[in-house]
Protein backbone atom coordinates (compact mmCIF):
# COMPACT_ATOMS: atom_id res chain seq x y z
CA UNK A 1 0.00 0.00 0.00
CA UNK A 2 1.17 3.44 -1.03
CA UNK A 3 0.41 6.16 1.24
CA UNK A 4 0.83 9.90 0.24
CA UNK A 5 1.75 11.57 3.89
CA UNK A 6 1.01 15.10 3.25
CA UNK A 7 -1.40 16.66 0.24
CA UNK A 8 -3.99 19.72 0.80
CA UNK A 9 -6.95 20.17 -0.30
CA UNK A 10 -9.29 23.77 -0.08
CA UNK A 11 -12.07 26.02 -1.94
CA UNK A 12 -9.97 29.48 -2.55
CA UNK A 13 -12.12 31.62 0.31
CA UNK A 14 -10.77 29.06 2.36
CA UNK A 15 -7.33 31.27 2.40
CA UNK A 16 -6.84 34.71 3.65
CA UNK A 17 -5.53 36.99 0.29
CA UNK A 18 -2.40 37.64 2.15
CA UNK A 19 -1.33 34.29 2.29
CA UNK A 20 -2.30 33.68 -1.18
CA UNK A 21 -0.47 36.43 -3.04
CA UNK A 22 2.98 35.48 -0.77
CA UNK A 23 2.88 32.06 -2.00
CA UNK A 24 1.85 33.32 -4.99
CA UNK A 25 5.09 35.04 -5.92
CA UNK A 26 7.34 31.95 -6.26
CA UNK A 27 4.64 30.17 -7.70
CA UNK A 28 4.62 33.08 -10.82
CA UNK A 29 8.76 33.10 -10.93
CA UNK A 30 8.41 29.23 -11.50
CA UNK A 31 5.53 29.63 -14.35
CA UNK A 32 7.28 32.73 -16.08
CA UNK A 33 10.77 30.22 -16.23
CA UNK A 34 8.75 27.82 -17.82
CA UNK A 35 6.69 30.41 -20.13
CA UNK A 36 3.29 29.85 -18.55
CA UNK A 37 0.47 31.89 -20.28
CA UNK A 38 -0.93 34.83 -17.62
CA UNK A 39 -3.94 32.54 -17.65
CA UNK A 40 -2.51 29.72 -16.32
CA UNK A 41 -0.65 31.58 -13.80
CA UNK A 42 -4.06 33.26 -12.81
CA UNK A 43 -5.64 29.68 -12.04
CA UNK A 44 -3.67 29.02 -8.54
CA UNK A 45 -5.22 31.89 -6.56
CA UNK A 46 -8.78 30.92 -8.05
CA UNK A 47 -8.50 27.17 -7.90
CA UNK A 48 -10.79 24.90 -5.81
CA UNK A 49 -8.79 21.50 -4.74
CA UNK A 50 -12.02 19.38 -4.58
CA UNK A 51 -11.55 15.19 -3.23
CA UNK A 52 -12.53 14.14 -6.29
CA UNK A 53 -9.32 15.47 -8.36
CA UNK A 54 -7.12 14.59 -5.64
CA UNK A 55 -8.87 11.00 -5.87
CA UNK A 56 -8.26 10.94 -9.87
CA UNK A 57 -4.76 12.04 -9.42
CA UNK A 58 -3.74 9.65 -6.90
CA UNK A 59 -5.46 6.93 -9.17
CA UNK A 60 -3.17 7.99 -12.17
CA UNK A 61 -0.34 8.20 -9.95
CA UNK A 62 -0.45 4.24 -8.16
CA UNK A 63 -1.07 5.97 -4.87
CA UNK A 64 -3.50 4.31 -2.53
CA UNK A 65 -4.15 6.80 0.25
CA UNK A 66 -3.04 10.33 1.36
CA UNK A 67 -3.13 12.40 4.32
CA UNK A 68 -4.99 14.89 3.88
CA UNK A 69 -3.72 18.51 6.14
CA UNK A 70 -5.66 21.36 5.68
CA UNK A 71 -4.05 24.93 6.45
CA UNK A 72 -5.45 27.37 9.31
CA UNK A 73 -3.95 30.65 8.41
CA UNK A 74 -6.96 32.74 10.25
CA UNK A 75 -4.70 34.22 13.18
CA UNK A 76 -2.75 35.97 9.88
CA UNK A 77 -5.57 36.73 8.16
CA UNK A 78 -8.99 36.05 8.38
CA UNK A 79 -10.49 34.47 5.17
CA UNK A 80 -14.08 34.69 3.96
CA UNK A 81 -14.54 30.65 5.02
CA UNK A 82 -13.39 30.43 8.80
CA UNK A 83 -11.45 27.65 10.53
CA UNK A 84 -14.59 25.62 11.66
CA UNK A 85 -16.29 25.78 8.32
CA UNK A 86 -12.54 24.72 6.63
CA UNK A 87 -12.39 21.78 8.60
CA UNK A 88 -16.20 20.62 8.59
CA UNK A 89 -15.45 20.79 4.47
CA UNK A 90 -12.17 18.82 5.06
CA UNK A 91 -14.06 16.36 7.00
CA UNK A 92 -17.16 15.88 5.49
CA UNK A 93 -15.96 15.82 1.80
CA UNK A 94 -13.24 13.45 2.79
CA UNK A 95 -16.28 10.88 4.34
CA UNK A 96 -17.11 10.12 0.37
CA UNK A 97 -13.61 8.35 0.26
CA UNK A 98 -12.88 6.87 3.21
CA UNK A 99 -11.01 3.73 1.59
CA UNK A 100 -8.76 6.79 -0.20
CA UNK A 101 -8.45 10.31 2.11
CA UNK A 102 -7.34 10.06 5.99
CA UNK A 103 -7.79 13.80 6.83
CA UNK A 104 -6.25 15.12 9.71
CA UNK A 105 -7.11 18.41 11.87
CA UNK A 106 -5.59 22.01 10.76
CA UNK A 107 -6.04 24.19 13.58
CA UNK A 108 -4.00 26.75 15.15
CA UNK A 109 -2.83 26.40 18.27
CA UNK A 110 -2.48 30.15 18.38
CA UNK A 111 -6.17 30.13 19.23
CA UNK A 112 -6.13 29.09 22.45
CA UNK A 113 -9.46 27.83 24.39
CA UNK A 114 -10.92 27.98 20.49
CA UNK A 115 -8.35 25.48 19.59
CA UNK A 116 -9.40 23.07 21.94
CA UNK A 117 -12.60 23.54 21.47
CA UNK A 118 -12.81 22.49 17.55
CA UNK A 119 -9.98 19.26 18.62
CA UNK A 120 -12.94 18.11 20.92
CA UNK A 121 -15.32 18.69 18.77
CA UNK A 122 -13.59 17.14 15.63
CA UNK A 123 -12.66 14.06 17.74
CA UNK A 124 -15.62 13.32 19.32
CA UNK A 125 -17.43 13.26 15.46
CA UNK A 126 -14.60 12.00 13.37
CA UNK A 127 -11.79 10.13 15.22
CA UNK A 128 -8.84 11.62 13.46
CA UNK A 129 -5.39 10.25 13.35
CA UNK A 130 -3.65 13.40 12.91
CA UNK A 131 -3.51 17.21 13.15
CA UNK A 132 -1.50 20.13 10.83
CA UNK A 133 0.24 23.09 12.42
CA UNK A 134 1.78 25.83 11.01
CA UNK A 135 4.11 27.44 13.43
CA UNK A 136 5.37 30.40 10.92
CA UNK A 137 1.16 32.06 12.00
CA UNK A 138 3.07 33.28 14.79
CA UNK A 139 3.88 31.55 17.35
CA UNK A 140 6.92 29.16 18.92
CA UNK A 141 6.13 25.84 19.84
CA UNK A 142 7.43 25.91 23.60
CA UNK A 143 5.38 28.52 24.59
CA UNK A 144 3.95 27.96 27.95
CA UNK A 145 0.10 29.73 26.34
CA UNK A 146 0.24 26.28 24.13
CA UNK A 147 0.52 24.13 27.13
CA UNK A 148 -3.15 23.01 26.85
CA UNK A 149 -2.95 21.90 23.23
CA UNK A 150 0.15 19.60 23.45
CA UNK A 151 -1.97 18.11 26.10
CA UNK A 152 -4.90 17.69 24.36
CA UNK A 153 -2.46 16.01 21.52
CA UNK A 154 -1.18 13.92 23.73
CA UNK A 155 -4.30 12.75 25.64
CA UNK A 156 -6.05 12.29 21.71
CA UNK A 157 -2.76 10.62 20.81
CA UNK A 158 -2.53 12.41 17.71
CA UNK A 159 -0.06 12.45 15.27
CA UNK A 160 0.97 16.14 14.84
CA UNK A 161 2.88 17.41 11.43
CA UNK A 162 4.41 20.64 11.56
CA UNK A 163 5.35 22.70 9.06
CA UNK A 164 9.26 23.58 8.52
CA UNK A 165 11.36 25.35 6.06
CA UNK A 166 10.27 28.34 3.43
CA UNK A 167 7.52 30.68 4.95
CA UNK A 168 6.55 33.90 2.63
CA UNK A 169 5.27 37.19 2.99
CA UNK A 170 4.01 38.16 6.75
CA UNK A 171 5.03 34.56 8.12
CA UNK A 172 7.83 34.03 10.75
CA UNK A 173 10.05 31.59 9.05
CA UNK A 174 12.28 31.43 11.75
CA UNK A 175 9.39 30.47 14.10
CA UNK A 176 9.19 26.78 11.55
CA UNK A 177 12.63 25.46 12.75
CA UNK A 178 12.31 22.10 14.27
CA UNK A 179 14.78 22.72 17.19
CA UNK A 180 11.89 25.07 18.59
CA UNK A 181 10.24 21.56 19.65
CA UNK A 182 13.12 20.04 21.67
CA UNK A 183 11.09 20.84 25.11
CA UNK A 184 8.01 19.69 23.97
CA UNK A 185 9.59 16.24 22.42
CA UNK A 186 10.89 16.33 26.58
CA UNK A 187 7.70 16.98 27.69
CA UNK A 188 5.83 14.31 25.75
CA UNK A 189 8.04 11.41 24.68
CA UNK A 190 5.22 9.60 23.35
CA UNK A 191 4.05 12.28 20.79
CA UNK A 192 4.79 11.63 17.12
CA UNK A 193 5.65 14.72 15.48
CA UNK A 194 6.49 14.98 11.64
CA UNK A 195 8.79 17.58 10.47
CA UNK A 196 7.50 18.46 6.69
CA UNK A 197 9.50 18.74 4.22
CA UNK A 198 12.73 17.12 5.84
CA UNK A 199 12.93 20.29 7.84
CA UNK A 200 13.80 22.62 4.63
CA UNK A 201 17.17 24.77 5.00
CA UNK A 202 16.37 24.04 8.35
CA UNK A 203 17.18 20.01 8.06
CA UNK A 204 19.70 19.92 10.07
CA UNK A 205 17.74 20.66 13.33
CA UNK A 206 15.36 17.80 12.29
CA UNK A 207 19.02 15.22 12.01
CA UNK A 208 20.13 16.75 15.67
CA UNK A 209 16.75 16.19 17.42
CA UNK A 210 16.44 12.74 15.46
CA UNK A 211 19.44 11.61 17.12
CA UNK A 212 17.77 12.51 20.34
CA UNK A 213 14.15 11.60 20.09
CA UNK A 214 12.95 8.08 18.59
CA UNK A 215 9.46 9.68 18.41
CA UNK A 216 10.35 12.33 15.57
CA UNK A 217 9.47 11.65 11.87
CA UNK A 218 9.99 13.44 8.40
CA UNK A 219 8.30 13.83 5.40
CA UNK A 220 9.99 14.26 1.91
CA UNK A 221 7.32 16.03 0.48
CA UNK A 222 8.77 19.27 -1.76
CA UNK A 223 11.87 17.65 -2.11
CA UNK A 224 10.89 17.11 -5.73
CA UNK A 225 11.06 20.95 -6.43
CA UNK A 226 14.61 19.69 -7.33
CA UNK A 227 13.08 18.00 -10.06
CA UNK A 228 13.77 17.53 -13.27
CA UNK A 229 16.67 19.16 -13.33
CA UNK A 230 18.67 17.59 -10.12
CA UNK A 231 18.08 14.31 -9.46
CA UNK A 232 20.96 13.78 -7.41
CA UNK A 233 20.44 16.40 -4.93
CA UNK A 234 17.41 14.53 -4.34
CA UNK A 235 19.06 11.22 -4.08
CA UNK A 236 21.51 12.90 -1.80
CA UNK A 237 18.83 14.68 0.15
CA UNK A 238 17.12 11.35 0.77
CA UNK A 239 20.32 9.78 1.74
CA UNK A 240 21.06 12.27 4.29
CA UNK A 241 17.48 11.68 6.00
CA UNK A 242 17.90 7.71 5.50
CA UNK A 243 21.57 7.93 6.92
CA UNK A 244 20.01 9.70 10.33
CA UNK A 245 16.32 8.69 10.53
CA UNK A 246 16.45 5.62 9.28
CA UNK A 247 12.82 3.77 8.78
CA UNK A 248 11.54 7.50 9.69
CA UNK A 249 11.60 9.03 6.84
CA UNK A 250 7.68 9.08 5.36
CA UNK A 251 6.88 9.52 1.76
CA UNK A 252 5.05 12.66 0.94
CA UNK A 253 3.96 15.36 -2.34
CA UNK A 254 2.62 18.54 -1.15
CA UNK A 255 0.04 18.25 -3.65
CA UNK A 256 -0.82 19.93 -5.53
CA UNK A 257 2.13 22.66 -5.07
CA UNK A 258 4.40 20.93 -7.20
CA UNK A 259 2.47 19.75 -10.06
CA UNK A 260 3.44 22.96 -12.42
CA UNK A 261 7.11 21.89 -11.63
CA UNK A 262 6.94 18.58 -11.90
CA UNK A 263 3.85 16.20 -11.64
CA UNK A 264 2.45 14.12 -8.97
CA UNK A 265 2.70 10.89 -11.09
CA UNK A 266 6.33 11.65 -11.69
CA UNK A 267 7.68 12.33 -8.30
CA UNK A 268 5.62 8.65 -7.37
CA UNK A 269 7.65 7.33 -10.16
CA UNK A 270 10.61 8.39 -9.34
CA UNK A 271 10.50 7.09 -5.55
CA UNK A 272 9.11 3.68 -6.46
CA UNK A 273 11.60 3.44 -8.70
CA UNK A 274 14.77 5.57 -8.43
CA UNK A 275 18.06 3.58 -6.96
CA UNK A 276 17.81 5.88 -3.63
CA UNK A 277 17.47 2.76 -0.87
CA UNK A 278 17.10 -1.20 -0.17
CA UNK A 279 13.63 -2.53 -0.90
CA UNK A 280 12.45 -3.00 2.34
CA UNK A 281 13.25 0.31 3.11
CA UNK A 282 11.38 1.34 0.27
CA UNK A 283 8.44 -0.22 1.50
CA UNK A 284 8.23 1.59 4.31
CA UNK A 285 9.10 4.87 3.22
CA UNK A 286 5.75 4.50 0.58
CA UNK A 287 2.96 3.43 3.29
CA UNK A 288 4.60 1.09 5.95
CA UNK A 289 6.21 3.73 8.32
CA UNK A 290 3.14 5.87 7.99
CA UNK A 291 0.77 2.70 8.52
CA UNK A 292 2.52 2.28 11.55
CA UNK A 293 2.15 6.22 12.59
CA UNK A 294 -1.53 5.98 12.09
CA UNK A 295 -2.49 2.09 13.37
CA UNK A 296 -4.18 1.01 9.83
Sequence with gaps: MIIDGHVHMWLRPMYPDVIINAYLEPWL????FLDMTREIEESFP?????PELLVQSMKQAGVDRS?????????????????????????????????????????????????????RKYFAKFEPKGIKIYPPNGFYPYEERLDPFWKEVKDMDL???????????????????????????????????????LGGKYRADTYELAKEYDNLYTDCSALQGWLPAEPQTVKDRLSEAFSVMGDRVIFGTDWPLFDLAYPYESWCCFVKEQDICSEERRERLLGGTMRKLLGI
Design 29 to 32: AMSE
Design 46 to 50: TSEVR
Design 67 to 119: VVLPLDFGLVQEPKIGVEEFNDWIFESSADYPDKLIPFMGIDPGRGEQAIRLM
Design 159 to 197: VVVSHAGASWGPLDEEKSRPIHFRSVLDKYPEMKLVIAH
